[in-house]
Structures are given as structure tokens and as C-alpha cells.
């Protein structure tokens, strides 16, 4: 065989190879392709599933009640002061559980009462990082009294701000949650306004780390720049990451705050926001603030055209968000266009509740009920409540596994008619 010969040879193998390569390349890209398109034109389809890192583990690990924790370090996070962060880490310095991405942690809080003693009582937090397996963050906002009211200030935030200090021990139960982030080519927009953010920072961090290829957007409401948390760390991921848009509005700006620079749209955020920066895509949109931003921008998502399976909420005050799911469902039994009685019976009060009203937790709070309430989620137990008489259907598998002959209230209907002890 001649030396050109041989050369030839080499090179029809390299470009054998070479082909053979690039078609993998292609029928993997073709594939992703298709299965965006297929979202696309199917916005009911739910995003594909799979467990973080860990996930498999995450059950196995976690822990029965409450846990020991320490605070390693406490750093504030805004220019107000107003939201601190917390660094937990385990007592017996054991491998932490991953958690997904969204959850939080419920806290058992030993707090001052007027008469000198301490009153036992349930909080939850998110969780403001990505999963890692030596240490959790949650980041508090001190909650005040509106401007001349008188309401107190915020107990539990009070408490954690003023007498939480580096090394003070927490009793703390394992992260829980259904609202959350799943692993997923699905492209997704983060909506936080106020201390709403901290469970976005939590999707936000990981996806970045986890999926860097996958496109994010966040959209963050404050008032002004005193309020924003984590400037410099969001400026940063926004810099390092092209897939990853940050959008800022504030609603209120200071005389020194520059647009473009600081901010990107003086609103608030509403649905026209959304409209006139996202691409027709079939996002996912994650969504967390006060009740009056959740009130609005959710029904306003569905009316853009956002199938109800693709729109992920949490509130963190009481809410009382209508869904159009929730409006047409087929009316539970003993259903009258009345509606259904429920009975409150410390409180004396007889209530006709209709679909529209939401959780017998949100019904409670319209009628000027009050109920001990923490995550809103199920997890932390705080709203339990003696069934005396009827059945209650529950909306999701709770966290927190209720006594028996009792429910949780933030994520329960009634079934039938139903008197509870509170």
C-alpha cells in the first residue's frame, strides 16, 4: 500500500468518525427539539420529573421530629437591614438530608410571653440556598406593624432578629414542602416579591449549579433598593450565566436609584410585565409574595392563556387566590347552592362554604376566625384542629401526619358538612 494510500485510509476513518459523531449530536438536539415542541403544543404536560441529586436518599435521611441546630453565622442581606440571614448546622454533625429546592424548615420556638414565662410555638422559613450537605440557610424578614396601626410587631421574626445569636441552638424539623422546583429541560420563570424571594434564591442557585443549560428568568419585586436582598450575589449569577435573565422592579425607587443600573421596570409586578419581556414558550412559572401580588397575578397567568398545571404558587400572609380549576369543579358531596356548612364551634359561628372560598384555613381567616397557622403547606402541623362531626378532603398528601379525629386546615376541604373545634 502506498503512503497516499494509507493517508487516504486515515482520513475517510477520521471523517467516519466524525460523521457518526455528529449525528449523535444531531439526534440528541433533534430529541430535545421535539420534546419542547411537544410542550409546546401541550401546556397541560407537567415538567419531567426526576430528583435532585440525592433525592433517592433524601427520605431515608431525614429525620422524626425535631433536630438540634446551631447557628454558625448571621449576615444581613439588604441595605434596610430588615432581612437576616441564618446558617444552620446539625448539633451531632451528621450529613444533612438534600432537600428540593423551594421547601422549607419548620422551627419550634420558645418565645417570651408578657407574664415572664415562654409560650411554645411552630414557625416556618424557607430554605434560601441549594441543597448541601453541611449546613441549611433560611433568610428572616423582621415583620413590623404597619405604619399607625396598633398590631404588633412580628413574634417569631422578632425573636430570631433580636435573640437568635451566632452559636444560639435551634430545634428544627426536616425540610418539607410541596412547592417546589423539579429537575427538567422545561424553561421556567421565578416570580418573587418581598421576602417571596428567598425560595426562588433556593430554585435559582440550584438550577444554576445543577442545570446551567436550562433557560431561567427572575423576576424580583421591591419597593427600592434599601429593600433588595442579595444584590451583588444576583448581579453576579445574571454575569456568569447566559441562560439566566434578571429582571428588577421597584415600585417605589430612591432619588438614588438609577434605571437600568438598579432596576429595570418601575412596577410592580403584574401580568403586563411578564407579557412584554417573555418569549411565547411554554414556561413554568414559580410564583411567591404578599397576598395582594398572589391574588392578582395568578387568576391574570390562566386569562393570558397559562394552563393552571404550569403556574406553582406559595403565599406567605393569607390569601385567597380564585382558580379557574377550583370555580369549576364538580361540587363535593353534600354540596347545596348554598354551598356546604361548616361549624366552628369555639367560635360560635355557622359558615356556608362554596369551592371559590379555598381552604377551610382561608375560610376561617375571611370570617374573622383565628387559627394558629405556620408553612400554609402541610408540614408543620400548627393549623391541626378536631374534627367534632363530618369529613374533610384533603388537596395534597400533608408533610405533617395529623392526629386522629383532627386536620389540617391550610390544606383541607370540607367533604361533607363539618363542625371543628376551633
Given at each position: 500500500m502506498s503512503s497516499l494510500s494509507l493517508v487516504l485510509w486515515i482520513a475517510a476513518g477520521i471523517a467516519l468518525q466524525l460523521a457518526i459523531w455528529l449525528g449523535?449530536?444531531?439526534?440528541?438536539?433533534?430529541?430535545?427539539?421535539?420534546?419542547?415542541?411537544?410542550?409546546?403544543?401541550?401546556?397541560?404536560?407537567?415538567?419531567?420529573?426526576?430528583?435532585?441529586?440525592?433525592?433517592?436518599?433524601?427520605?431515608?435521611?431525614?429525620?422524626?421530629?425535631?433536630?438540634?441546630?446551631?447557628?454558625e453565622r448571621k449576615t444581613f442581606e439588604d441595605a434596610g437591614l430588615s432581612v437576616c440571614s441564618f446558617y444552620l448546622v446539625a448539633e451531632d454533625g451528621q450529613p444533612l438530608p438534600a432537600f428540593l429546592p423551594g421547601q422549607f424548615l419548620t422551627f419550634r420556638l420558645d418565645l417570651p410571653t408578657a407574664s415572664g414565662s415562654t409560650e411554645a410555638v411552630m414557625r416556618c422559613y424557607s430554605l434560601s440556598d441549594a441543597p448541601r450537605p453541611d449546613g441549611y440557610r433560611v433568610s428572616i424578614k423582621r415583620v413590623l406593624p404597619p405604619a399607625g396601626?396598633?398590631?404588633?410587631?412580628?413574634?417569631?421574626?422578632?425573636?430570631?432578629?433580636?435573640?437568635?445569636?451566632?452559636?444560639?441552638?435551634?430545634?428544627?424539623r426536616a425540610p418539607a414542602g410541596h412547592f417546589h422546583i423539579e429537575r427538567s429541560a422545561v424553561p421556567v420563570v421565578l416570580i418573587?416579591?418581598?421576602?417571596?424571594?428567598?425560595p426562588m434564591l433556593s430554585m435559582l442557585t440550584w438550577c444554576l449549579a445543577q442545570q446551567p443549560g436550562r433557560e431561567v428568568w427572575l423576576f424580583y419585586g421591591v419597593r427600592n433598593s434599601r429593600e433588595m436582598v442579595m444584590k451583588a450575589q444576583l448581579q453576579a449569577m445574571a454575569?456568569?450565566?447566559?441562560?439566566?435573565?434578571?429582571?428588577?422592579?421597584?415600585?417605589?425607587?430612591?432619588?438614588?436609584?438609577?434605571?437600568?443600573?438598579?432596576?429595570?421596570?418601575?412596577?410592580?409586578?403584574?401580568?403586563?410585565?411578564?407579557?412584554?419581556q417573555l418569549p411565547l414558550k411554554p414556561y413554568h412559572f414559580y410564583v411567591c409574595g404578599p397576598?395582594?401580588?398572589?391574588?392578582?397575578?395568578?387568576?391574570?397567568?390562566?386569562?393570558?392563556?397559562?394552563?393552571p398545571a404550569r403556574i406553582?404558587?406559595?403565599?406567605?400572609?393569607?390569601?385567597?387566590?380564585?382558580?379557574?380549576?377550583?370555580?369549576?369543579?364538580?361540587?363535593?358531596?353534600?354540596?347545596?347552592?348554598?354551598?356546604?356548612?361548616?361549624?366552628?364551634?369555639?367560635?360560635?359561628?355557622?359558615i356556608q362554604w362554596q369551592p371559590g372560598d379555598g381552604t377551610l384555613l382561608q375560610l376561617a381567616e375571611a370570617h374573622g376566625i383565628a387559627v394558629n397557622s405556620g408553612c400554609r403547606a402541610g408540614g408543620c402541623g400548627s393549623c391541626q384542629t378536631t374534627i367534632r362531626a363530618g369529613e374533610v378532603s384533603y388537596r395534597q398528601t400533608?408533610?405533617?401526619?395529623?392526629?386522629?379525629g383532627s386536620c389540617l386546615l391550610c390544606i383541607c376541604t370540607p367533604k361533607t358538612g363539618v363542625t371543628l373545634e376551633a
Open positions: 449523535i449530536a444531531f439526534r440528541r438536539h433533534w430529541s430535545g427539539y421535539q420534546a419542547l415542541r411537544r410542550r409546546a403544543t401541550d401546556p397541560d404536560l407537567p415538567p419531567t420529573a426526576s430528583p435532585p441529586e440525592g433525592g433517592e436518599e433524601t427520605a431515608a435521611a431525614a429525620w422524626p421530629g425535631f433536630r438540634s441546630f446551631r447557628v396601626s396598633d398590631f404588633p410587631p412580628g413574634r417569631s421574626s422578632s425573636y430570631f432578629h433580636d435573640c437568635v445569636k451566632v452559636g444560639s441552638k435551634l430545634q428544627v418573587g416579591a418581598g421576602i417571596g424571594i428567598t454575569a456568569a450565566h447566559p441562560n439566566f435573565r434578571l429582571r428588577i422592579c421597584f415600585s417605589d425607587p430612591l432619588p438614588q436609584d438609577v434605571a437600568v443600573r438598579d432596576y429595570q421596570h418601575r412596577v410592580r409586578i403584574d401580568v403586563n410585565v411578564l407579557r412584554m397576598a395582594s401580588m398572589m391574588e392578582s397575578l395568578v387568576p391574570a397567568l390562566e386569562d393570558w392563556g397559562v394552563a406553582h404558587f406559595e403565599a406567605f400572609a393569607p390569601a385567597s387566590i380564585k382558580r379557574r380549576a377550583a370555580m369549576n369543579a364538580a361540587a363535593p358531596q353534600g354540596a347545596t347552592d348554598a354551598g356546604i356548612l361548616v361549624s366552628f364551634a369555639r367560635s360560635g359561628k355557622q400533608p408533610d405533617y401526619d395529623p392526629e386522629p
